[in-house]
């Protein structure tokens, strides 16, 4: 608790010093231009990244792979949208770290790799050989999950006898 409220106290300081400081040398108009840019060049930048990810997320799923590196990025990428939203120096730059493709992909395999059963729900490993729990297709001579049934046509039925 003190750890966040000393975040949300240090770092608009920090922010609004580093503003004044660089408003000091190069104007205050100039300042907020750059803040401006910053933000928008970052958000678009976001949506580009953000496409990839969904896109490589996708197609670990359509290959039968749980996708942990991916929604990790696509966390440390919503993470990196609000710092670049928000006005400011120190955070746009941190924001424009996180969308490095290389460090982004670092960041979220050290997460992964000491949190990893936290983001991936606690799956264990399957018969399928896919490696996750209910994910992917049955793999050649696994039948899966097959369900015995019969169907009945009502519609059909009831049409036949009014026929008859």
Do not use: C, W
Not at 6 to 35: N, S
Not at 110 to 126: E, N, W, Y
């Amino acid at each position: 608790m003190r750890f966040a409220f000393l975040i949300f106290l240090v770092i608009p300081i920090a922010e609004l010093y580093l503003l004044f400081a660089v408003a000091d040398l190069i104007g205050g108009l100039a300042t907020l231009m750059i803040v401006i840019v910053t933000a928008l060049t970052g958000i678009s930048v976001l949506r580009r990244q953000g496409l990839n990810t969904l896109r490589r997320a996708d197609q670990r799923l359509r290959a039968g792979q749980m996708p942990g590196q991916e929604i990790v990025e696509a966390m440390l990428l919503t993470f990196a949208g609000a710092l670049l939203i928000t006005p400011g120096l120190l955070t746009d730059t941190i924001g424009f770290a996180l969308l490095t493709p290389a460090l982004r992909g670092r960041l979220a395999a050290r997460i992964l790799a000491k949190g990893g059963g936290m983001f991936m729900g606690g799956f264990s490993a399957s018969s399928t050989g896919t490696g996750f729990a209910g994910f992917g297709r049955p793999q050649r001579g696994d039948p899966g999950n097959v369900i015995d049934g019969e169907v009945v046509d009502r519609d059909r039925t009831h049409d036949d006898q009014q026929l008859r």
